[in-house]
């Protein structure tokens, strides 16, 4: 069965850093894409990195580069989203997503690109 877990998330102050985690099981991560989501109240879904399967390539929304960092362990099975800097319009429920293949820089952002979904983990800036 496949399965996407986040963690990670919680509540921080502006400035601050969490570490999400998205841990695959029921599959290998080796042969798939993986998108980071975000989705506040009354907003749609939207993309906030993406890693490609094989040569590791990111994708990041012009709101979070140079402030999110996307990684994959595929030993460990699990992908990372690194946020430094949080910013009070950061606060969402956060969600990876899987697609076996690849992403590139127009279909990383896609949420209908991907097969599988996390449930999501929440992720509130506020003091």
């Known amino acids: 069965q496949v399965q996407l877990v986040e963690s990670g998330g919680g509540l921080v102050q502006p400035g601050g850093s969490l570490r999400l985690s998205c841990a695959a099981s029921?599959?290998?991560?080796?042969?798939?894409?993986i998108g980071w989501f975000r989705q506040a109240p009354v907003k749609e879904r939207e993309g906030v990195s993406g890693i490609s399967r094989s040569n590791g390539w990111t994708y990041y929304a012009d709101s979070v580069k140079g402030r999110f960092t996307i990684s994959r362990d595929n030993a460990k099975n699990t992908v990372y989203l690194q946020m430094n800097s949080l910013k009070p319009e950061d606060t969402a429920v956060y969600y990876c997503?899987?697609?076996?293949?690849?992403?590139?820089?127009?279909?990383?952002?896609?949420?209908?690109?991907?097969?599988?979904w996390g449930q999501g983990t929440q992720v509130t800036v506020s003091s």
């Open positions: 029921g599959f290998t991560l080796d042969y798939y894409a």
């Open positions: 997503a899987t697609v076996r293949g690849t992403i590139t820089g127009s279909t990383w952002y896609r949420p209908s690109w991907y097969q599988y």
